[in-house]
């Protein structure tokens, strides 16, 4: 079955750039774009960003716009999300999630998301 | 960007009460429009995508329907497992933009 397992999170200084992976099994990755959604503590989902499933289209929300990278590694079966330029409402929970397309079409499948806290 | 709205915010219900949640979006969407349900302190999961179209393995209660810029969720008869927090997301344009989100509670 589909798993999603995203890993890089844990409290990061406002200064540095972490970088956030998501190993994927279960299905043919290089076949599905893939998103990132975050979700700041007791608020809702804000979609991040998409990368089509050869990585040669990527779309960004324009609060990360600049700031973040999505990228993806087909062979190794992993997605990528480099941050910088942190702030503090960049807190959050951040999910891998699964489109059910090479390009978008709708999310299919969810990580168990990776906890990020931006801290001074 | 299409902004999308979500109403009510929150929805109290009974076991075996019929719900209904609404989703309008700023400019149509035609029906590239997803339904997802969220239990505290986990993933979303997929209920409805295409507007309309029940995700597999997905009980049947759940129907979703519309198309341009209004859409509705439906839970046909409302089950103990069904108290969640529902989003709408439109994947018509990026941003691919979520609603606010609909708390269905006791």
């Known amino acids: 079955q589909v798993q999603l397992v995203e890993s890089g999170g844990g409290v990061v200084l406002r200064g540095r750039s972490p970088r956030l992976s998501c190993a994927a099994s279960?299905?043919?990755?290089?076949?599905?774009?893939m998103h990132w959604v975050r979700q700041a503590p007791g608020k809702g989902l804000e979609w991040v960003a998409v990368?089509?499933?050869?990585?040669?289209?990527?779309y960004y929300a324009d609060s990360v716009k600049g700031r973040f990278t999505i990228s993806r590694d087909n062979p190794k079966n992993t997605l990528y999300l480099q941050l910088s330029n942190l702030r503090d409402d960049d807190t959050a929970i951040y999910y891998c999630?699964?489109?059910?397309?090479?390009?978008?079409?709708?999310?299919?499948?969810w990580g168990q998301g990776a906890l990020v806290i931006v801290s001074s | 960007d299409i902004q999308m709205t979500q109403s009510p915010s929150t929805l109290s219900a009974f076991v075996g009460d019929r719900v209904t949640i609404t989703c309008r979006a700023s400019?149509?969407?035609?029906?590239?429009l997803a339904w997802y349900q969220q239990k505290p302190g986990k993933a979303p999961e997929v209920l409805i995508y295409?507007?309309?179209t029940l995700e597999s393995g997905v009980p049947s209660r759940f129907s979703g329907s519309g198309s341009g810029t209004e859409f509705t969720l439906t839970v046909s008869s409302l089950q103990p497992d069904d108290f969640a927090t529902y989003y709408c997301?439109?994947?018509?344009?990026?941003?691919?933009?979520f609603g606010p989100g609909t708390k269905v509670d006791v």
């Open positions: 999630a699964r489109d059910r397309a090479g390009t978008v079409a709708g999310i299919d499948s």
């Open positions: 279960g299905f043919i990755f290089s076949s599905h774009a």
């Open positions: 990368i089509s499933y050869d990585g040669s289209n990527e």
């Open positions: 400019q149509s969407i035609s029906n590239w």
């Open positions: 295409r507007a309309s």
């Open positions: 997301q439109q994947y018509y344009t990026s941003p691919f933009t």
